[in-house]
């Protein structure tokens, strides 16, 4: 992909703070900007606001300077010069701002003891000020920048990676098509070669991961936390559930959830007719029929979807369109792009921009929706003048994404024959029973590793594991692949570069769907509520966000089975 559009990047509102052509990937002008908004005289209430708007207005310029730095990096990890320039803005700029924002955040708190504001309207916005206050500490920030650095070159690593397979050099993304191909030799040969791709930098992303676990520990022990799950839960602005609430999670997961994904299991060995089940075997259609290939080029899939979001809700498809049209999609797999897909807001111009790697699979599909979702939430909270409350938490940002995949599953036809669209269904249902217990995997895998610092590699593996025996169903046999399965966990990014970040799909999974069980009765109500509670963005906190939606923030046993229940029989009348 070419540098994004200056035309798209345009600020969708005139500046009033920051100068137009101010270079914000250069420190010393940051730097400039913040002294400006500290040594600002502020002596009245309406003064205060503007304070507070000038200060937001700086906050999305720089954020989304940084953004299309992240942006044009991951889009071609090897090209030199924008390696280098995202790290010189992480090395040289982030750095800067980090205390200078600390001396924002205790301003802003002073000056609402001065100047009392609307509770109702800044209650998220003082809570979190609050907490980042507290939780800043000048010796964090080099560490920060060293994580951070590091978790760029996880980044390289893992975007340099190719297969040659069957005669042609494959990105590790396209190797995900050979493992829906009914020749279970191929299948088999696919998987063995991504596996052995990924075990020859398996010691350079564990010396990665463990000088960031020494980081992390450091930085957490700078805060007064005394391990880093405790300091992040606070850095998240977790203030509406526990620890013990995610391990009550995983305990109901293991209790309803397992069992399910091990009758699914079951009764794929039993169809393919296998006295065992191997890792090759979980994406390949179990009555034999060939791969679904709902598309060819990202053109297709763009078009596809776009014509499935119509179906779906006509506001919801404008919004798609304007996306489309200015070029804010970047889809296709391609060498030297980094892995996975996300949505990044240009806080400035109040536009997503979509990353993917497509190559022609049913999950491709599913992720642009996903993608879409959280892209909608973005342009339905880009009226609110706080950049802050444009970005909900990500427990409802994943709402947004989660049920956009379940609602819009109702449209698959736009793609799909009939019989095909049931076995899109089937895939769908079949993953989400899948992400529910991968969820709780990675939640407990990551509170493991920061309740027990100090825990060797040795230690860490045989803690993976034990969870993967605990979640995994027992029915997949990777007998003579121990090694590669204890090291399956260096390809959740995540854990890598947003530690903690993954409780969040499945609290929000529950949310949507209860939102998919609303659709299901009346669609244009569930659509209606999903748009009323994205427009929210995060001027409210997590629960009234859920509310807002029609949904109970709640993720207990007792709300899982009923949602499970749901899923089980939607599964069973689809097989």
């Given at each position: 992909m070419n540098a994004i559009n200056s035309a798209v990047l345009k600020p969708a509102f005139p500046r009033c703070f920051v100068p137009e052509g101010?270079?914000?990937?250069?420190?010393?002008?940051?730097?400039?900007?913040?002294?400006?908004?500290?040594?600002?005289?502020?002596?009245?209430?309406?003064?205060?606001?503007?304070?507070?708007?000038?200060?937001?207005?700086?906050?999305?310029?720089?954020?989304?300077?940084?953004?299309?730095?992240?942006?044009?990096?991951?889009?071609?990890?090897?090209?030199?010069?924008?390696?280098?320039?995202?790290?010189?803005?992480?090395?040289?700029?982030?750095?800067?701002?980090?205390?200078?924002?600390?001396?924002?955040?205790?301003?802003?708190?002073?000056?609402?003891?001065?100047?009392?504001?609307?509770?109702?309207?800044?209650?998220?916005?003082?809570?979190?000020?609050?907490?980042?206050?507290?939780?800043?500490?000048?010796?964090?920030?080099?560490?920060?920048?060293?994580?951070?650095?590091?978790?760029?070159?996880?980044?390289?690593?893992?975007?340099a990676m190719s297969v040659h397979f069957d005669g042609q050099d494959r990105t590790l993304p396209e190797m995900s098509k050979f493992l829906l191909m009914t020749d279970r030799g191929v299948r088999e040969r696919a998987w063995r070669a991504t596996a052995a791709r990924r075990m020859q930098d398996k010691d350079r992303f564990e010396a990665i991961f463990d000088k960031m676990l020494v980081l992390r520990q450091k930085i957490a022990v700078n805060a007064g936390c005394t391990n880093f799950r405790d300091y992040m839960f606070k850095a998240y602005h977790r203030f509406d559930y526990t620890p013990d609430d995610c391990k009550a999670y995983q305990r109901a997961i293991k209790d309803i959830v397992v069992p399910l994904r091990r009758e699914i299991d079951l009764r794929r060995q039993q169809d393919m007719n296998l006295d065992r089940l191997r890792p090759w075997d979980g994406a390949v259609d179990p009555l034999g029929r060939a791969p679904l290939e709902p598309f060819k080029t990202a053109g297709q899939l763009i078009e596809g979807v776009e014509r499935m979001?119509?179906?779906?809700?006509?506001?919801?498809?404008?919004?798609?369109?304007?996306?489309?049209?200015?070029?804010?999609?970047?889809?296709?797999?391609?060498?030297?792009?980094?892995?996975?897909?996300?949505?990044?807001?240009?806080?400035?111009?109040?536009?997503?921009?979509?990353?993917?790697?497509?190559?022609?699979?049913?999950?491709?599909?599913?992720?642009?929706?996903?993608?879409?979702?959280?892209?909608?939430?973005?342009?339905?909270?880009?009226?609110?003048?706080?950049?802050?409350?444009?970005?909900?938490?990500?427990?409802?940002?994943?709402?947004?994404?989660?049920?956009?995949?379940?609602?819009?599953?109702e449209f698959t036809g736009e793609f799909y024959s009939v019989q095909d669209a049931k076995r899109s269904t089937v895939e769908l249902l079949e993953g989400l029973v899948s992400t529910l217990a991968w969820v709780a995997t990675i939640d407990a895998f990551q509170h493991w590793i920061y309740e027990n610092p100090g825990h060797t590699p040795q230690d860490r593996r045989a803690a993976w594991g034990r969870l993967n025996a605990e979640f995994g169903g027992g029915v997949v046999d990777w007998s003579g692949l121990e090694e590669e399965r204890?090291?399956?966990?260096?390809?959740?990014?995540?854990?890598?570069?947003?530690?903690?970040?993954?409780?969040?799909?499945?609290?929000?999974?529950?949310?949507?769907?209860?939102?998919?069980?609303?659709?299901?009765?009346?669609?244009?109500?569930?659509?209606?509520?999903?748009?009323?509670?994205?427009?929210?963005?995060?001027?409210?906190?997590?629960?009234?966000?859920?509310?807002a939606a029609g949904i109970r923030f709640d993720f207990s046993k007792e709300m899982i089975v009923p949602l499970v229940d749901t899923v089980y029989r939607q599964w069973k009348d689809r097989l």
């Open positions: 101010a270079d914000l990937t250069n420190k010393d002008v940051v730097v400039g900007l913040l002294n400006t908004l500290l040594s600002q005289e502020v002596s009245s209430g309406d003064g205060f606001e503007q304070w507070i708007l000038d200060n937001s207005e700086f906050g999305a310029a720089i954020s989304q300077a940084g953004s299309i730095l992240y942006i044009e990096m991951t889009c071609a990890t090897d090209d030199p010069a924008k390696a280098g320039e995202y790290q010189a803005f992480v090395e040289n700029v982030e750095p800067a701002v980090k205390p200078l924002s600390d001396e924002l955040n205790k301003k802003f708190l002073l000056l609402a003891e001065k100047f009392p504001l609307d509770k109702k309207r800044y209650e998220v916005s003082l809570r979190a000020a609050k907490a980042d206050v507290a939780l800043f500490v000048d010796k964090n920030v080099p560490l920060q920048t060293e994580v951070a650095l590091l978790s760029q070159e996880y980044q390289s690593v893992s975007g979001i119509s179906r779906l809700d006509s506001d919801l498809a404008g919004l798609y369109r304007d996306m489309k049209g200015l070029g804010l999609l970047d889809l296709e797999s391609r060498k030297g792009k980094a892995p996975g897909g996300y949505q990044n807001t240009l806080n400035e111009a109040r536009k997503p921009f979509i990353f993917m790697n497509a190559v022609g699979i049913d999950d491709d599909v599913r992720t642009l929706l996903h993608e879409s979702g959280h892209a909608f939430h973005a342009y339905l909270s880009a009226h609110d003048p706080l950049v802050e409350y444009r970005h909900a938490p990500m427990e409802f940002c994943e709402v947004a994404s989660m049920s956009m995949e379940l609602m819009a599953d204890s090291y399956l966990w260096h390809r959740q990014l995540h854990i890598f570069e947003v530690p903690f970040y993954y409780i969040e799909y499945g609290i929000a999974q529950l949310g949507a769907l209860q939102i998919w069980q609303r659709f299901k009765d009346d669609p244009r109500q569930a659509v209606s509520y999903y748009k009323k509670g994205l427009s929210l963005g995060g001027s409210r906190p997590l629960p009234e966000l859920f509310a």
